[in-house]
T-cell receptor
Framework: NAGVTQTPKFQVLKTGQSMTLQCAQD?????MYWYRQDPGMGLRLIYY???????DKGEVPNGYNVSRLNKREFSLRLESAAPSQTSVYFC??????????????FGSGTRLTVV | AQTVTQSQPEMSVQEAETVTLSCTYD???????LFWYKQPPSRQMILVIR??????QNATENRFSVNFQKAAKSFSLKISDSQLGDAAMYFC?????????????FGQGTILTVHP
């Protein structure tokens, strides 16, 4: 089924470890996003990629890096995980549909715990 | 910077009744879009309804409707004939029009409980 695929779905890290969250979409969307969801704070934008080959910081980029590997894939890397990065991470993509405007598709999320 | 505020952390409703979720936002822009997303326990983000700021008519989608008050910067969601499947976290979101690269700003969320 077409959509946004995130891996892994769950992960436990020790403080200081590194990991990469993977995201891929098969809808030929230009724009992709990484959000984190924390209780009482909603979803906050970490990084985004308006098109292949470009990336830019969002609201909470500290401690993260991203790579837009190609049009399909947009990965999020934690170089040295900290307990404050315990969160649920969502990848999303966006495309324009004639008559409907822009629409967003979200992945199912990655629950990350840093101990 | 734009902000979105949902002042009701939790709401509850009896099945078949009506409930209204509140959302206010702050922006100096005139071109923007507003959204309500539903997040059930599966964590899936589901678009419930969207509103273009330039449209005066309130958006409706079946049992879901909004009360868009542009001058007051208010965007509430009304759920009529509530069903057990409506139980979820609901997020209000804002997107600036024009060259905003589609960045969404979300509110804090409201947990909706539906009692049978």
């Amino acid at each position: 089924n077409a959509g946004v695929t995130q891996t892994p779905k769950f992960q436990v890290l020790k403080t200081g470890q590194s990991m990469t969250l993977q995201c891929a979409q098969d809808m030929n969307h230009n724009s992709m996003y990484w959000y984190r969801q924390d209780p009482g704070m909603g979803l906050r934008l970490i990084y985004y990629s308006a098109s292949e080959g470009t990336t830019d910081k969002g609201e909470v980029p500290n401690g993260y890096n991203v790579s837009r590997l190609n049009k399909r894939e947009f990965s999020l890397r934690l170089e040295s995980a900290a307990p404050s990065q315990t969160s649920v991470y969502f990848c999303a993509s966006r495309a324009y549909a004639q008559g409907l405007g822009y629409g967003y598709t979200f992945g199912s999320g990655t629950r990350l715990t840093v101990v | 910077a734009q902000t979105v505020t949902q002042s009701q952390p939790e709401m509850s409703v009896q099945e078949a009744e009506t409930v209204t979720l509140s959302c206010t936002y702050d922006t100096s822009e005139s071109d923007y879009y507003l959204f309500w997303y539903k997040q059930p326990p599966s964590r899936q983000m589901i678009l419930v309804i969207r509103q273009e700021a330039y449209k005066q008519q309130n958006a409706t989608e079946n049992r879901f409707s909004v009360n868009f008050q542009k001058a007051a910067k208010s965007f509430s969601l009304k759920i009529s004939d509530s069903q057990l499947g409506d139980a979820a976290m609901y997020f209000c979101a804002y997107r600036r029009g024009g060259t905003s690269y589609g960045k969404l700003t979300f509110g804090q969320g409201t947990i909706l409980t539906v009692h049978p």
